[in-house]
């Protein structure tokens, strides 16, 4: 993982079909993908088999999680204090 260190997140959308099918997914779900400042892709995949796309989940410094949804925006979790 150390290529991915000081990298810079440029961009956020979500994967084409194209690319969910190049990986053998079925375009079930939409997939979020983070583009980076070298042209490297992340995108989240259901387990580590690679069997489907994922939810991109994550936390803000006060501690508040989100999921970057379907609809392209942040749900914030209305439980968390």
């Not at 961009?11 to 490297?40: A, F, H, Y």
């Not at 992340?42 to 489907?52: H, M, Q, V």
């Given at each position: 993982?150390?290529?991915?260190i000081g ?54 410094p006060d501690?508040?999680?989100f999921i ?14």
């Amino acid at each position: 993982m150390e290529h991915l260190i000081g990298r810079e997140i440029v961009g956020i959308r979500w994967m084409t079909t194209g690319e969910q099918r190049g990986v053998g997914w079925s375009c079930v779900n939409p997939v979020p993908v983070l583009q980076l400042d070298d042209k490297t892709v992340l995108y989240p995949s259901r387990d580590y088999e690679g069997n489907g796309g994922g939810a991109l989940f994550g936390a803000k410094p006060d501690g508040e999680f989100f999921i970057v949804a379907a609809a392209g925006e942040e749900v914030e979790d209305e439980t968390t204090e």
